[in-house]
């Protein structure tokens, strides 16, 4: 254990230098932004996005805004986390803690986004129907887009806002929506920037097009219900199958501990166990990427 935590002290050491590393970098970013909001009407679409880098697009897709106190309070938890488990049982274990809430974290960033974009989906016709009976009554495009995301409700009110700020401090009205589109990267959004493009560009009826966009996005979504209800029983399946050896570990835990402590103070038992740990995660991977392909 001594010799050990030389070996958690540089962890901790490399993990608050990489912290500080990217605080720094979030707050070099942040003034950027604001430099160069104070230029938007000069400032291109491809300009805008640079100054967001990815991890501020994943939160930003995910609908999730930390602040410095945030990202402090889960580093602390993190290494508190690594901290107990090495006291526990040692500076492997330590690491793959740590590893797994990171893991855990990104597939919950993951979750919240394809949550969210499904739901703007979902509300996206009833927005374009606001938009189509604004241009019906003589309304511009941009200021039916602004009405229909004023009258919004979020989680789409929420993401286009980004999209109407731009609009507002001079922007374009395509830019701002194929920087929305390609932001989000589904094709409802990148359908809807090739509208507002091709409108802008060369005119034409957007009521039709609106219209003609309502009924595709409804099409798809009746048939991907219609696919998830088909394929209900293999999900079912590939949950049973992932989660019935980690219900097993559990309850021999909970039963006979000391046959787990046994394996573990076991060199080759500790090698099985390790071993048990990659093949689940693998294979929970593996499932649940089938999963998504479905």
């Known amino acids: 254990m001594p010799m050990e935590m030389p070996l958690l002290l540089g962890l901790l050491a490399l993990t608050l230098l990489l912290l500080s590393i990217a605080l720094f970098r979030k707050a070099m970013l942040k003034a950027r932004a604001e ?37 402090l309070l889960l580093s602390t938890l993190l290494l508190g986390t690594m901290l107990l ?107 809807l920037a090739l509208a507002v493009r091709v409108n802008q560009k060369y005119g034409g009826n957007a009521t039709e097009v609106l219209g003609n966009l309502i009924s595709l996005i409804q099409e798809r979504d009746k048939a991907s219900r219609q696919l998830k209800a088909m394929t209900g029983e293999t999900r079912i399946s590939a949950l049973v199958l992932g989660g019935l050896p980690v219900s097993m570990a559990a309850y021999i835990f909970i039963t006979s501990p000391d046959f787990f402590m046994g394996l573990w103070t076991d060199p080759s038992g500790k090698l099985v166990l390790l071993s048990a740990f990659v093949f689940q995660l693998l294979g929970s991977l593996t499932l649940w990427r089938m999963l998504r392909s479905i």
């Open 35 to 71: 430099s160069l909001a104070e230029r938007l009407v000069r400032v291109r679409g491809a300009e805008q996005k640079a100054a967001l880098g990815s991890f501020d697009k994943t939160l930003l897709k995910a609908g999730l805004q930390l602040s410095p106190l945030s990202v």
């Open 85 to 191: 488990f090495f006291l526990l049982w040692g500076i492997l274990m330590a690491m793959a803690g740590g590893i797994l809430l990171l893991v855990v974290a990104r597939l919950y960033v993951g979750w919240r986004f394809r949550r969210r974009v499904a739901r703007m989906i979902t509300q996206l016709p009833a927005m374009l129907d606001h938009m189509s009976r604004s241009l019906k009554s003589g309304r511009t495009l941009a200021d039916a887009l602004s009405l229909a995301i004023a009258a919004g409700p979020d989680p789409l009110r929420h993401g286009l806002g980004r999209s109407q700020r731009f609009i507002e401090r001079g922007g374009s009205l395509e830019e701002a929506m194929d920087d929305f589109a390609e932001l989000y990267d589904r094709p409802e959004f990148r359908l």
